[in-house]
């Protein structure tokens, strides 16, 4: 299991080595670096770097200290901006981490000491026993029926109980129970119970299993050990565990989510009565100078609000939802839209006021007395409080940092380097996700992409080293065999069989036309499962499988890996949504529900008994990138890719590399920008595998994943098999405040540029307006960098001339994470904050004697008159939309409704498009900061090398097929396909279709007026075949 | 009128800020966390300490100084206790009383300056304060059947030194009497000063530390001279406090400790010197927490001991203890007659929650709450209510005989 070194056994206490050097060692000693890399921690980042790791060449060992990997996700219920069920998006990837070849996943472990040089480190690891051989164990549970301690369920924040024999979740991997050593009675009595090895029949319990310890040969370390919660309780005044149903946003997470210990039901856990009205306090253990938490945990704004507008879904009645903050944090892409919508069209209140205390009311409520912004005083009673706690890290994890001398930061955090976004002090050790400071997991995934670009920069010439490929059972022939169909109906926990009736459908499915085996599983997704369906195939040679589940969109192809497993083609298959689109759109109409349901499987068995195999189309891959943009993201990205081996070409359309950064002097956390960008560009034009064509742009994109032709505006031609787009964004021209009437008023940028020449450092008056061409109706995103880009250049002035005034108006400051610290600071310097309010927004005029900015001031409800030298404006990060449309259509990538591109998906796949083999990072993205784009440029890297590292592009083969015979050569196709894929061929006349760049779509299916066109795996008959079964 | 920002003075903020360099209001989010926790900021107009603070921040030099606010305020520090950027809105408002050149409302700089001369704030004689103890020892030697009894005076290497407030000399010699009478039956070694007996300083309100520490300074060294182990006061909030303070910031002599009296009624009563029998008190009986002694000075649970083993029917009243609410009377309001009507509107608030837990004897361990009290009695309820400290009530509740037995224990184990 282990592939290292030596495994040490520790018996009575002393250490001896028992196995020798394997085979693998000799192989990779033969290098200078080492091809594998030591993950901590399993949660969304780990399991994330993990999966970029190992598909890109490189061996992982994921070392986790609890039972299970998956983190804190599978804790949570639906996940902010898409309102995903985070435990549905998670699935596929914890089964994926989990069956992948060349990741070798170390539970109840953990990292203890590391030894070595980058590329060469010697990390030993101790595994505590878990007194369960997760080899033998099926997770059947039959030892957790028997077990008869009862302990609080960690995994629901101690709202339910579970046993001292356990599986952390259902979708658990690995799917094995564990012992709680020290609740189980066997080990305080060894004769006391032993029922749980009574009820396992796979004998894979052990209480005599002792704890190990091996040593690893790795060539880097990723540090991801996520968070702990702040503890409420330190906050006397929120009467957390004292004042009944005062509870942490955790615990709503358990009290929303179907697979919590109310089974979703909204209820508070005091007295089990569903609640009416619900109010949160941010900021619990955040933004807390006084107890040493000074920093923003960057994500609670954002989770509250999902947490309300979550509830109302939830609630039957008129969930009466409150939010109590100071400053509305929801920067992150589409995040504004979320906060609007909550505000506008779901009702949630927002009342901006940090809360004194929370006391107990009448009949459980809790009462809250508050301050509105003109000082009068309001009293709320509310059924129950949610406090929304911050991030922490972990004890645990600053112990080792210290231990192997990493470098933290005042909080503990192990902030990442400046401008590296994922580097520690030490070369060959990196950081991700929230250990490196509080971050959604978005930026999570972004951080754990980068750091496995890093590691793989690192490690390249021992790329492929220690990996093993994967091998398929040869597919089974199934032409001309009948019909065997197995149907498999998921009960997703509650979320399906809370409202279909399951066992109904099953025996159902069991009378329809080919079907041969119908049953039931309660999550269809988990690991146990798919050994199952695995199984149920070769028993009852099934030929065709129908899932009835959820959706494809996440799920299908882990089944279709499942058959490929089991010897069957993966098209033999059909994955049918009887959750999103049955379950939980008719919760209130079980019986309907489960019609439905019946309906929905007997179309898919219908469909899929006219299913036949499809073969993939291999296809040669072009190992060279193009990037098109040369801005430090472009350029980070670059190098990256470059040092990994691979032979890039960077695209970027002014004659000069570098981007807006050339614009910008001062870094947020004090870096000299120019400085960097120097070096940054040197590294580029001395790295051989870079070429750099400037003032170019793409004047044409021919081909697909592997085999791109790229023309650019000179007619050059550039053949790659992966594109990067990193083409940035501009600065808002404003139209308002004066700017290009008064000289003085100007741009963040443009002011930044004049104190950097020393122009400001005579002046009295500065006032800085925020949110200029943000926020509003036309932009309605948040330009996310400057209030703090603003704060850092209200110091700056500060620094250089002490005596300036300098005022900052804004609407909500969003310092987050450790940027608070800088607004703490520019407090402290006397940098004057007044907030505006949208509907009076400063005024801005030419007066006699100079320029006057008239704002009200929030506090005294006052207006201020400031007569001033200078106004900067923090105007807007805006898109260079043309561009970007050129680029989408070209690359078929989508842009968002702010024409930022959009990514395969706002959660997991933050730098993917659903296009293979096109990738995005900066501000084509969307408004991020320098550090950022860093981060996410090295994760685009990251991703990207996953699809290089392959020998050969695989198309899926769904294609479509023209039947000559019937094809009349009207070229309405040609016309119509999105993806170019299919031409008339005029010496034939007939359409003829290029199967690699089709993807399936039926656009020219459905507009054939012949009948010629069908798509593989969803043929018009297949289709009749549904219909006609109704 | 729009205030006009040149007028916003950077020096001012700073000068306040060196003045407070412990508390940085400059950090202040303007939460309103403040504006929320002040339980009279409601209550009447100019109550706000986020506008207050606000106004600091600004540098607004003149709408600080002249703001009514620095004597609304009663300093109970509810406010910002838990202030999440540490500020103190008490500290400030004293620094801004004292420390700017503000002429002081009402008579509070007539006591602070009688204190000075006279060594108490009542500005009693120390014939007059000699022949008060001289009467209460009589009584007591009567009432004790103890023809010996002396108050200690001036006893060298006593357990602790007493300090009291003028007013029980001046107004309330009946309750020192009972002060003095627990001791003798706790069997302490103990010792009251000659010279300056009297623990209170209006200077803590007044803000000017140059008589703040004129004042209490006198106390400490009495506590050296006399070589006792610790100083105790009284049921006073604000003295403790000031002795409290005064030895935190400015007292450069020897160490001893400074602890309320009612710490040490809960000492004796776990350790057994004190025997007392709650039936005696069985109304229905709350506690008032004096926010020097309480909030500010850290003591939450020995009153409470006492009360709950003093009283039959002890019901705490909500909020208490940290978050109690200040008597309305705090920062002494009670010096400044001009503002009563303000201090009256407050003390409705704390009526309110002596109702909401149906009390009909309220003990206040503290002389200044005391008055405020009596004025609520007045105001609120006819006079109805049974307002007391907390001594006579532990005074009306011991087991004389019991506590002679033990007392002789006692010196047993010494002996031993």
Redesign the interface.
Known sequence: MVHGLWSIRIEMGQTRSITTKNERTVVHMSTKRTGSVLVLGAGIAGIQASLDLAESGYYVHLVESSPAIGGVMPALDKTFPTNDCSMCILSPKLVDCGRHLNINVMTTSELIDLEGEPGNYKAKVKTRARYVDPAKCTGCGSCTEECPVKVDDDFNQGLSKRKAIYKQYAQAYPNAYAIDKNKCLKFKNAKACGKCLKACQAEAINHEMEDEINELEVGAVILMPGFDAYDASKLDYYGYGKVPNVITSLEFERILSASGPFGGHLIRPSDEKEPKKIAWIQCVGSRNCKNDHGYCSSVCCMYSIKEAVIAKEHSEHDLDTAIFYMDMRTYGKEFEKYYNRAQEEQGVRFVRNRVYELTEGEDGSVKIRYALEDGSIQYEEFDMVVLSVGLEPKGEAVELAKKLGIELNQYNFCEAKPLTGINTNKEGIYVAGAFSGPRDIPETVMQASAAAGEAQALLSEAKGTLTKAKEYPAETDVAGEIIRTGVFVCHCGINIAGVVDVPNVVDYAKELPGVVLSTNKIYACSQDSSGQIKEAIKEHNLNRVVVASCSPRTHEPMFQETLKEAGLNPHLFELTNIRDQCSWVHMDEPEKATEKAKDLVKMAVNKVALAKPVQPVKLDMNHDVLVIGGGVSGMTNALNLAEQGYQVNLVEKEQQLGGIARRLHYGLKGEDVQGYLNQLINQIEQNNNIKVYTGQEIADVNGFVGNFTTTLTDGQQIEHGVTVIATGSQEYQPQEYLYGENHRVKTLLELETEIADGQLDKVNNVVLIQCVGSRDSERPYCSRICCTKSIKTALKIKERRPEAKVYILYRDIRTYGFYEDLYTEARQKGVIFIRYSEDNKPVVENVEDGLRVTVTDHVLGEPVEIYTDEIGLASAIVPPVENNQKLSKFYKVPLNEDKFFLEAHLKLRPVDFSTEGVFMCGLSHGPKNLEENISQAKAAAGRAATVLAKDQITVEGKSAVVDKKKCSACGTCEQICPAKAIKVDEEEQAAVVNEALCKGCGACSSSCRCGAINVKGCTDEQIMAMLSAL | ??????K?D?TF??EVTNKVKKF?L????????????C?Y??VHPDN?P??FL??I??GMRDEVLNDPFVWFCTMCERCTV?????INIAVLTRTIRGQFGLPLPGFMQKVVDETITSGNQMDVSQEDYKDTLDWIEEDLQEELEDPNFKIPIDVENADFHFGMNAREIKYYPHELTEIIKIFYHAGVSYTLSSKKWDATNLALFSGNNHDFWKITKPILDETVRLKSKELVVTECGHAFKSVRMGYKEFWKGPEFPVRSVLELYADWIKDGRLVVDKSVNSKPTTLHDPCNLVRKEGVYEAHRYVMENICEDFRDM??NK??NYCCGAGGGALAMPEFKEQRVKKGKRKAEQIDAVGAEVVAIPCHNCMDQFMDINKEFYGMKKDMTHVSPLLSEALVVEECARNKGKKKEESEE
């Open positions: 009128m729009a205030i006009n920002a040149a916003f950077p903020t700073e940085d400059t950090k202040c989010l303007t939460c309103g966390m403040c504006t929320a926790g339980v900021s409601d706000d986020r506008k606000r106004k921040a600004l838990e202030c999440p950027m540490g909500a909020p940290k978050y």
